[in-house]
């Protein structure tokens, strides 16, 4: 960002930096969709708070060297939603997938009665 | 020469002015935009543009110089999007080819082709009919390979590209590929060419390789073309940093910037056990290299607005 620009040419970039944003939003998503697959493959919880404390550490690291107008506290605050938003989607998931072993199981025992 | 329509040109119009045309001995290709119809038209007869213009509906007619005409931007605007079942070259998404240089063995496709599905590659490559310089090298395992190919590739729901050498080839290849590629070498054989126009309707993938005074790089990898024949054609424009580099350290650092550069495509060699490989073995990256490469061009595609193989969300529950 250069200091000389106008206000309209700030949005603009502005603008530019928000659709990169939301397209890295969105692999990150889509990884941790994947990882909440092999979670509830391998019988583990969706919260696990050692690996959020990890995270948060992580970006406060990498921001610690950018010494921008972000403090630490900030980048942890906006991690805190954004790792709501991923357990959310992994818990919407994992309601689906009990929705359908119940289905099946409706299933198997009315097969069963008849 | 292209014969762009008015915008409310009718369909009496436009079918009036393709019937002239085609009367006069030429072809005509026609595509429907958003908003008016373009006419592209080709062929050995003498058309009179004047005269063409001044027929209803039609709003102007130009001239295309350029002696490629079907794959020139003049002759279409938006970017040609190729289907093949689900996948869609040169759309939004960069779509990466991977593969070993030429199918050896059964275990060996079959392990490579597992190991670029997993990174996020759509595409597998491999010959089995191998143009080397030498007639001593491993010259390919011939239809057999393209068995191993095909399979590998249903295997692990991969389409697949590979080599055409000769006209000979054309019909075998085309039972088992869903892309021929012709190599540098074959970019003068216009028999070849013409053969290939003529028996298939499959997309051909075509290279285009230079060599300069460098002598550290197996080729010299020519990113300044990307943008170029993105603007004088609307065909999908593929990198292949591999040969253009011929050394596996510096194949991600010239992937990464030819997704940066526009390119719709990249197809890069990896092998399973690389240093076995009975060629190309110094280009072919370790999959593990290859993971890294993948997650770095994700990260990158998005600052172009562009995404790449991204991991599919089926929203049906864990167990599918």
């Known amino acids: ?114 | 020469m292209v014969v762009v329509m008015k915008e409310r040109a009718s369909d009496t119009e436009v079918e009036a002015v393709i019937a002239q045309l085609v009367e006069l001995g030429m072809d005509v290709h026609r595509s429907t935009g958003a908003s008016r119809i373009v006419l592209g038209v080709v062929g050995g007869g003498k058309v009179d543009p004047r005269l063409i213009e001044l027929m209803a509906g039609v709003h102007e007619v130009v001239r295309i110089t350029q002696p490629y005409k079907l794959a020139s931007r003049t002759f279409q605007a938006e970017d040609t999007i190729i289907t093949i079942g689900d996948l869609r070259i040169g759309g939004d998404e960069v779509i990466v080819i991977a593969g070993p240089c030429s199918a050896e063995s059964e275990a060996q496709v079959h392990a490579t082709a597992a190991a670029v599905k997993r990174a996020g590659a759509k595409v597998l490559r491999g010959g089995a009919f191998k143009p080397r310089s030498s007639p001593y090298s491993f010259q390919g395992m011939g239809e057999p390979g393209l068995q191993l190919l095909r399979e590998g590739s249903n295997a692990h729901d991969l389409k697949l590209v590979t080599e055409v050498m000769d006209a000979n080839q054309i019909e075998v290849i085309g039972k088992y590929a869903d892309i021929y590629q012709v190599g540098a070498r074959n970019m003068q054989n216009f028999t070849l060419l013409r053969e290939l126009g003529q028996h298939t309707r499959k997309p051909v993938m075509l290279k285009r390789g230079i060599r300069t005074f460098e002598t550290f790089t197996r080729n010299t990898l020519d990113l300044s073309a990307i943008p170029i024949v993105k603007e004088l054609s609307h065909l999908p424009v593929f990198v292949d940093p591999s040969h253009g580099m011929g050394r596996r350290d510096k194949v991600a650092p010239m992937a990464r910037a030819a997704v940066a550069a526009g390119a719709d495509g990249l197809i890069i060699e990896v092998h399973n056990d690389p240093d076995r490989a009975l060629s190309d073995g110094a280009q072919s990256m370790f999959p593990a290299q290859f993971d890294r490469l993948m997650a770095e061009l994700r990260i990158i595609a998005p600052a172009i607005g562009r995404s790449i193989c991204l991991e599919p969300v089926a929203r049906r529950g864990w167990a599918r």
């Open chain 1, 1 to 114: 960002m250069a200091p000389e620009l106008s206000l309209d040419q700030l949005r603009e970039e502005i603008d530019k930096i928000d659709e990169v944003i939301v397209r890295l939003l969105d692999s990150r998503a889509r990884c941790a969709y994947t990882v909440g697959r092999l979670k509830h493959q391998l019988g583990r919880a969706i919260y696990e708070p050692a690996r959020e404390a990890a995270v948060i550490a992580h970006v406060r690291q990498v921001n610690e060297a950018l010494g921008g107008p972000l403090d630490g506290d900030a980048v942890a605050r906006l991690y805190e939603r954004i790792m709501d938003e991923a357990r959310r989607i992994q818990r919407l998931e994992a309601e689906r997938d009990a929705k359908k072993n119940q289905e099946n199981n409706e299933e198997q025992i009315t097969k069963n009665e008849i």
